[in-house]
Protein backbone atom coordinates (compact mmCIF):
# COMPACT_ATOMS: atom_id res chain seq x y z
CA UNK A 1 0.00 0.00 0.00
CA UNK A 2 3.02 2.49 1.01
CA UNK A 3 4.67 1.83 -2.28
CA UNK A 4 1.32 2.25 -4.36
CA UNK A 5 0.54 5.76 -2.54
CA UNK A 6 4.31 7.28 -2.73
CA UNK A 7 3.87 6.16 -7.01
CA UNK A 8 0.76 8.44 -7.10
CA UNK A 9 2.93 12.31 -6.51
CA UNK A 10 5.37 10.85 -8.46
CA UNK A 11 3.09 10.25 -11.55
CA UNK A 12 1.49 13.46 -10.64
CA UNK A 13 4.66 15.56 -10.92
CA UNK A 14 5.92 13.41 -14.13
CA UNK A 15 2.26 14.34 -15.87
CA UNK A 16 2.63 18.10 -15.01
CA UNK A 17 6.25 17.89 -15.74
CA UNK A 18 5.01 16.43 -19.27
CA UNK A 19 2.23 19.06 -20.02
CA UNK A 20 4.74 22.14 -19.13
CA UNK A 21 7.10 20.39 -21.75
CA UNK A 22 4.43 19.88 -24.24
CA UNK A 23 3.55 23.38 -23.87
CA UNK A 24 7.61 24.48 -23.93
CA UNK A 25 7.98 22.71 -27.15
CA UNK A 26 4.72 23.76 -28.91
CA UNK A 27 6.39 27.42 -29.13
CA UNK A 28 8.59 25.55 -31.52
CA UNK A 29 6.16 23.25 -34.23
CA UNK A 30 5.01 24.81 -37.03
CA UNK A 31 2.16 26.32 -36.37
CA UNK A 32 3.97 28.31 -33.06
CA UNK A 33 6.62 29.49 -35.30
CA UNK A 34 3.97 31.25 -37.53
CA UNK A 35 1.90 32.31 -34.76
CA UNK A 36 5.29 34.27 -33.37
CA UNK A 37 6.36 35.66 -36.96
CA UNK A 38 2.52 36.86 -37.53
CA UNK A 39 2.65 38.74 -34.20
CA UNK A 40 5.85 39.94 -34.35
CA UNK A 41 4.77 41.40 -38.07
CA UNK A 42 1.53 43.19 -36.53
CA UNK A 43 3.73 44.62 -33.81
CA UNK A 44 6.40 45.43 -36.64
CA UNK A 45 3.97 47.11 -39.18
CA UNK A 46 1.71 48.70 -36.14
CA UNK A 47 4.94 50.93 -34.55
CA UNK A 48 5.39 51.92 -38.81
CA UNK A 49 2.21 53.20 -38.45
CA UNK A 50 2.58 55.10 -35.55
CA UNK A 51 5.96 56.66 -36.54
CA UNK A 52 4.11 57.61 -40.16
CA UNK A 53 1.46 59.51 -37.77
CA UNK A 54 3.75 60.81 -35.27
CA UNK A 55 6.02 62.29 -37.69
CA UNK A 56 3.33 63.78 -39.98
CA UNK A 57 5.50 63.09 -43.04
CA UNK A 58 3.34 62.83 -46.51
CA UNK A 59 3.51 59.51 -48.14
CA UNK A 60 6.14 60.58 -50.95
CA UNK A 61 8.67 60.96 -48.16
CA UNK A 62 7.44 58.10 -45.47
CA UNK A 63 4.66 55.91 -46.74
CA UNK A 64 2.16 54.03 -44.66
CA UNK A 65 2.62 50.47 -44.70
CA UNK A 66 -1.13 50.34 -46.31
CA UNK A 67 0.09 52.32 -49.27
CA UNK A 68 3.39 50.34 -49.51
CA UNK A 69 1.30 47.27 -49.58
CA UNK A 70 -1.27 49.04 -52.34
CA UNK A 71 1.80 49.81 -54.24
CA UNK A 72 3.63 46.58 -53.98
CA UNK A 73 0.40 44.55 -55.48
CA UNK A 74 0.18 46.90 -58.03
CA UNK A 75 3.98 46.46 -58.89
CA UNK A 76 3.34 43.03 -59.16
CA UNK A 77 -0.28 42.69 -61.15
CA UNK A 78 1.38 45.50 -63.97
CA UNK A 79 4.48 43.36 -64.67
CA UNK A 80 7.09 46.20 -63.19
CA UNK A 81 8.39 43.89 -60.33
CA UNK A 82 8.59 40.57 -62.21
CA UNK A 83 11.47 41.55 -64.62
CA UNK A 84 13.84 43.15 -61.75
CA UNK A 85 12.86 40.56 -59.25
CA UNK A 86 13.86 37.83 -62.00
CA UNK A 87 17.38 39.78 -62.85
CA UNK A 88 17.85 39.86 -59.41
CA UNK A 89 17.48 36.09 -58.59
CA UNK A 90 19.12 34.61 -61.21
CA UNK A 91 22.39 36.67 -59.62
CA UNK A 92 21.99 35.60 -56.71
CA UNK A 93 21.53 32.03 -56.95
CA UNK A 94 24.12 31.98 -59.39
CA UNK A 95 26.59 33.80 -57.47
CA UNK A 96 25.63 32.04 -54.35
CA UNK A 97 25.99 28.74 -56.39
CA UNK A 98 29.80 29.89 -57.92
CA UNK A 99 30.72 31.47 -54.65
CA UNK A 100 29.78 28.55 -52.33
CA UNK A 101 32.03 26.00 -54.10
CA UNK A 102 34.32 27.97 -54.67
CA UNK A 103 34.37 28.33 -50.69
CA UNK A 104 34.23 24.50 -50.04
CA UNK A 105 36.85 23.58 -52.30
CA UNK A 106 39.08 26.45 -50.86
CA UNK A 107 38.21 25.69 -46.91
CA UNK A 108 38.78 21.96 -47.29
CA UNK A 109 42.35 23.16 -48.71
CA UNK A 110 43.12 25.42 -45.99
CA UNK A 111 41.90 22.89 -43.50
CA UNK A 112 43.95 20.13 -44.73
CA UNK A 113 47.19 22.29 -45.41
CA UNK A 114 49.24 24.68 -42.93
CA UNK A 115 51.07 26.02 -45.58
CA UNK A 116 48.00 26.68 -47.98
CA UNK A 117 46.88 28.21 -44.89
CA UNK A 118 49.73 30.21 -44.05
CA UNK A 119 50.35 31.20 -47.94
CA UNK A 120 46.40 32.29 -48.69
CA UNK A 121 45.06 33.66 -45.26
CA UNK A 122 46.80 37.18 -45.61
CA UNK A 123 44.81 37.55 -49.08
CA UNK A 124 41.52 36.42 -48.30
CA UNK A 125 41.81 38.47 -44.87
CA UNK A 126 42.48 41.51 -47.33
CA UNK A 127 40.09 40.76 -49.62
CA UNK A 128 37.47 40.85 -47.03
CA UNK A 129 38.13 43.61 -44.90
CA UNK A 130 37.98 45.71 -48.52
CA UNK A 131 34.66 47.02 -49.23
CA UNK A 132 32.86 45.27 -52.06
CA UNK A 133 30.94 48.26 -52.50
CA UNK A 134 34.50 50.01 -53.36
CA UNK A 135 35.55 47.37 -56.05
CA UNK A 136 32.36 47.47 -57.68
CA UNK A 137 33.11 49.89 -59.80
CA UNK A 138 36.25 48.92 -60.78
CA UNK A 139 35.01 45.60 -61.26
CA UNK A 140 32.11 46.48 -63.22
CA UNK A 141 34.91 48.23 -65.76
CA UNK A 142 36.27 45.00 -66.37
CA UNK A 143 33.66 42.77 -66.70
CA UNK A 144 31.34 45.34 -67.69
CA UNK A 145 27.61 46.10 -66.81
CA UNK A 146 26.26 42.65 -67.42
CA UNK A 147 25.60 39.47 -65.89
CA UNK A 148 29.74 38.74 -65.40
CA UNK A 149 30.36 41.44 -62.93
CA UNK A 150 27.40 40.73 -60.77
CA UNK A 151 28.34 37.60 -60.35
CA UNK A 152 32.17 38.15 -59.57
CA UNK A 153 30.31 40.61 -56.65
CA UNK A 154 28.13 38.29 -55.40
CA UNK A 155 30.78 35.52 -55.67
CA UNK A 156 33.27 37.75 -53.58
CA UNK A 157 30.55 38.45 -51.04
CA UNK A 158 29.70 34.91 -50.24
CA UNK A 159 32.90 33.61 -50.59
CA UNK A 160 34.53 34.53 -47.50
CA UNK A 161 32.03 33.35 -44.74
CA UNK A 162 31.40 30.36 -46.27
CA UNK A 163 35.29 29.41 -46.65
CA UNK A 164 35.57 30.73 -42.98
CA UNK A 165 32.82 28.06 -41.69
CA UNK A 166 34.25 25.43 -43.91
CA UNK A 167 37.51 25.39 -42.50
CA UNK A 168 36.43 25.45 -38.89
CA UNK A 169 34.08 22.69 -39.43
CA UNK A 170 36.59 20.06 -40.76
CA UNK A 171 39.50 21.71 -38.16
CA UNK A 172 36.49 20.63 -35.54
CA UNK A 173 35.97 17.15 -36.13
CA UNK A 174 36.42 13.96 -34.14
CA UNK A 175 40.12 13.14 -34.30
CA UNK A 176 38.81 9.82 -33.28
CA UNK A 177 36.69 9.61 -35.94
CA UNK A 178 39.74 9.69 -38.26
CA UNK A 179 41.57 7.22 -36.76
CA UNK A 180 38.75 4.61 -36.82
CA UNK A 181 38.77 5.87 -40.84
CA UNK A 182 42.66 5.29 -41.41
CA UNK A 183 42.04 1.88 -39.80
CA UNK A 184 40.08 0.74 -42.35
CA UNK A 185 42.33 2.06 -44.47
CA UNK A 186 40.43 5.26 -45.89
CA UNK A 187 41.97 7.38 -49.11
CA UNK A 188 42.62 11.14 -48.42
CA UNK A 189 39.51 11.32 -51.01
CA UNK A 190 37.51 9.03 -48.62
CA UNK A 191 38.27 10.52 -45.70
CA UNK A 192 37.18 14.01 -47.09
CA UNK A 193 34.01 12.80 -48.20
CA UNK A 194 33.09 10.15 -45.90
CA UNK A 195 34.01 11.39 -42.78
CA UNK A 196 35.34 14.92 -42.52
CA UNK A 197 32.85 16.74 -44.79
CA UNK A 198 29.42 15.02 -42.91
CA UNK A 199 30.69 15.34 -39.64
CA UNK A 200 31.58 19.11 -40.58
CA UNK A 201 27.97 19.49 -42.51
CA UNK A 202 26.39 21.62 -39.71
CA UNK A 203 28.93 24.60 -39.73
CA UNK A 204 29.02 24.34 -43.11
CA UNK A 205 25.25 25.02 -43.81
CA UNK A 206 25.96 27.36 -41.26
CA UNK A 207 28.22 29.25 -43.19
CA UNK A 208 25.74 28.73 -46.53
CA UNK A 209 23.50 30.28 -44.31
CA UNK A 210 24.83 33.93 -43.86
CA UNK A 211 26.39 33.93 -47.60
CA UNK A 212 22.49 33.26 -48.96
CA UNK A 213 21.72 36.62 -47.19
CA UNK A 214 24.95 37.97 -48.09
CA UNK A 215 24.13 36.89 -52.06
CA UNK A 216 21.33 39.63 -51.90
CA UNK A 217 23.69 42.21 -50.88
CA UNK A 218 26.20 41.19 -53.44
CA UNK A 219 23.56 41.29 -56.39
CA UNK A 220 21.95 44.75 -55.36
CA UNK A 221 25.34 46.18 -55.03
CA UNK A 222 26.62 44.84 -58.43
CA UNK A 223 23.31 46.79 -59.94
CA UNK A 224 23.99 49.76 -58.17
CA UNK A 225 27.90 49.91 -59.98
CA UNK A 226 26.17 49.44 -63.45
CA UNK A 227 22.86 48.25 -65.06
CA UNK A 228 19.67 48.26 -66.69
CA UNK A 229 17.58 45.76 -64.68
CA UNK A 230 17.49 44.53 -61.75
CA UNK A 231 15.76 45.42 -58.05
CA UNK A 232 18.93 47.37 -56.98
CA UNK A 233 18.34 49.46 -60.06
CA UNK A 234 14.38 49.97 -59.73
CA UNK A 235 15.05 51.30 -56.42
CA UNK A 236 17.62 54.15 -57.85
CA UNK A 237 14.87 55.06 -60.76
CA UNK A 238 12.21 54.72 -57.89
CA UNK A 239 13.72 57.30 -55.97
CA UNK A 240 15.26 59.33 -59.03
CA UNK A 241 13.30 60.01 -62.32
CA UNK A 242 10.21 58.71 -60.83
CA UNK A 243 10.29 59.96 -57.35
CA UNK A 244 7.83 57.03 -56.53
CA UNK A 245 8.79 56.24 -52.94
CA UNK A 246 6.44 53.78 -52.29
CA UNK A 247 7.80 51.55 -55.17
CA UNK A 248 10.94 52.12 -53.32
CA UNK A 249 9.42 50.74 -50.47
CA UNK A 250 8.03 48.04 -52.06
CA UNK A 251 11.04 47.18 -53.66
CA UNK A 252 12.81 46.76 -50.53
CA UNK A 253 10.43 44.90 -49.11
CA UNK A 254 10.79 42.31 -52.45
CA UNK A 255 14.26 42.11 -51.59
CA UNK A 256 13.76 41.48 -47.51
CA UNK A 257 11.06 38.94 -48.80
CA UNK A 258 13.59 37.02 -50.89
CA UNK A 259 16.53 37.48 -48.30
CA UNK A 260 14.03 35.60 -45.54
CA UNK A 261 13.22 33.01 -48.14
CA UNK A 262 16.42 31.97 -49.04
CA UNK A 263 17.52 31.93 -45.60
CA UNK A 264 14.42 29.70 -44.30
CA UNK A 265 15.49 27.24 -47.99
CA UNK A 266 18.56 26.93 -46.05
CA UNK A 267 18.01 25.98 -43.04
CA UNK A 268 15.13 23.38 -44.63
CA UNK A 269 17.76 22.24 -46.07
CA UNK A 270 19.82 22.05 -43.24
CA UNK A 271 16.95 20.21 -40.97
CA UNK A 272 16.82 17.71 -43.94
CA UNK A 273 20.55 16.97 -44.19
CA UNK A 274 21.72 17.28 -40.45
CA UNK A 275 18.44 17.28 -38.18
CA UNK A 276 17.48 19.85 -35.53
CA UNK A 277 20.09 21.17 -33.76
Do not use: C
Not at 256 to 274: D, F, H, K, P, S
Amino acid sequence: MTGSTDARPESGTAVRAQRASRRTVGWSTPFGTAVIVAVSLGVFVLAWQAVVVVSGFPSFILPGPWTVALRFGRAWTDGTMWPHFWTTLVEVLLGFAIGATLALVTGVVLARSRLAEKLLSPYLVAAQATPVLALAPLIALWFGTGLPSKLVITTLIVFFPVTVATMVGLRSVDPGLLEMARSFRATGSQLIRLVEIPAALPAILGGMRVGATLAVIGAIIGEWAGGDRGLGVLINISRGSLFDIPLMFATLATLALLGVTLYLVMVLIERRLVGDR
